[in-house]
């Protein structure tokens, strides 16, 4: 199983814990535009990182997150400098209420559009498309995702799905039942990110505990997970590396 990492904030003090990382993991990297995520791993000189994802982040005010609640000048940006390029991507699906509510006033209209701009995008590019999304919740909440644009049921992306417990209480069993679901719509396309060990955008996401993530980790593995992704690469202190190491 690989265990791979996030890294929302890219700075010098977040990019040395890579220092500790040992084993072959990818990292996904926050940036506003394919030349400043170049910018950004061109200055990292780790053998152990043995692929880099462009995790592409919009302003707050346009919404942060990739949705067709968007700006959609923002989407067509992000999607331009992508056109006719091959580095692998990551698309964080996720609604941008918490960063400017009144996008979902005025792209309203552009909803469709967007949703389309998301998808084509998906289906066309050259390189590489994984899809961070909200935690799975049954087939009936998941048609709900694929309507608001949070899902797409396509074989052209890996799918990583956030099951952070520092941040929801999962059940185990019903967790357990959501990733073999995933895995046999998925197959190794199908990933799972485990969380947060270091708070995110939001300032003030609760800290998951060593003993939760082993137990996270050994549950992925059972079932038979390809990779996990930790949140984020920023928070990876003693008591975590212990944990990691003994899954790879």
Request: aromatic share 14%; net charge neutral; proline share 3%.
């Amino acid at each position: 199983m690989d265990i791979s990492f996030f890294e929302e904030f890219p700075t010098l003090q977040n990019l040395d814990k890579l220092r500790v990382v040992s084993w072959p993991a990818k990292l996904y990297v926050a940036a506003k535009s394919v030349q400043e995520f170049k910018e950004i791993t061109s200055k990292i000189k780790r053998s152990t990182v043995k692929e880099y994802i462009y995790w592409p982040i919009l302003e707050n005010e346009e919404g942060y997150w990739i949705s067709p609640f968007s700006e959609q000048n923002a989407l067509l940006r992000i999607f331009s400098e992508l056109k006719g390029k091959d580095i692998p991507v990551m698309l964080d699906l996720e609604l941008p209420t918490t960063k400017n509510i009144f996008l979902y006033v005025t792209e309203f209209f552009h909803f469709q559009k967007n949703k389309k701009l998301i998808r084509d995008f998906i289906e066309n590019y050259n390189g590489e498309v994984y899809l961070a999304e909200y935690y799975p919740e049954g087939k009936t909440s998941e048609k709900i995702l694929q309507f608001l644009g949070l899902h797409y049921l396509t074989k052209n992306a890996k799918i990583i799905k956030m099951m952070y417990h520092s941040l929801h209480n999962f059940h185990e069993e019903k967790m357990r039942t959501e990733i073999q679901r995933g895995i046999k719509e998925f197959g190794q396309n199908f990933l799972l990110a485990f969380g947060t060990i270091a708070v995110g955008i939001g300032g003030n996401e609760p800290l998951l505990t060593a003993t939760q993530l082993k137990k996270d980790l050994e549950l992925a593995e059972k079932i038979g997970i390809t990779e996990v992704v930790i949140f984020r690469l920023g928070g990876l202190n003693q008591k975590y590396q212990d944990v990691l190491k003994e899954f790879v």
